[in-house]
């Protein structure tokens, strides 16, 4: 069964930074993507950031040239560094990864969650 489990979050002053991490266990091949959601009070659930296996990166508008997501060497790991953060990034982020998805193969790909990680940023 695979897990996800974030960690890093907390609260910041405004143009402070965290760094959250989140670790994949119970699969045996990497996944396609992986990356982070937030999702502010009354609001819905938006992308944050993510990074396919190969390296390819894609950000929210409102976080480029602030946030930067990695992996490590495995794959199992992804990081987000959050630098110059606003109060309006205050939420929960919430790990996704998806695996393989391969049709041609009868490979059906499912995206799995972690639990989230508060994020708070005082002005």
């Known amino acids: 069964q695979v897990q996800l489990v974030e960690s890093g979050g907390g609260l910041v002053q405004a143009g402070g930074s965290l760094r959250l991490s989140c670790s994949a266990s119970g699969s045996a091949n990497r996944f396609d993507t992986m990356g982070w959601y937030r999702q502010a009070p009354g609001k819905e659930r938006e992308l944050v950031a993510q990074?396919?296996?190969?390296?390819?990166?894609e950000y929210a508008d409102s976080v480029k040239g602030r946030f930067a997501i990695s992996r490590d060497s495995t794959k199992f790991t992804v990081f987000l560094q959050m630098d110059s953060l606003k109060s309006e990034d205050t939420g929960a982020y919430y790990c996704?990864?998806?695996?393989?998805?391969?049709?041609?193969?009868?490979?059906?790909?499912?995206?799995?969650w972690g639990q989230g990680t508060q994020v708070t940023v005082s002005s």
């Open positions: 990074i396919t296996d190969g390296g390819f990166t």
């Open positions: 996704k990864a998806r695996s393989r998805h391969i049709p041609a193969l009868g490979i059906i790909g499912s995206d799995y």
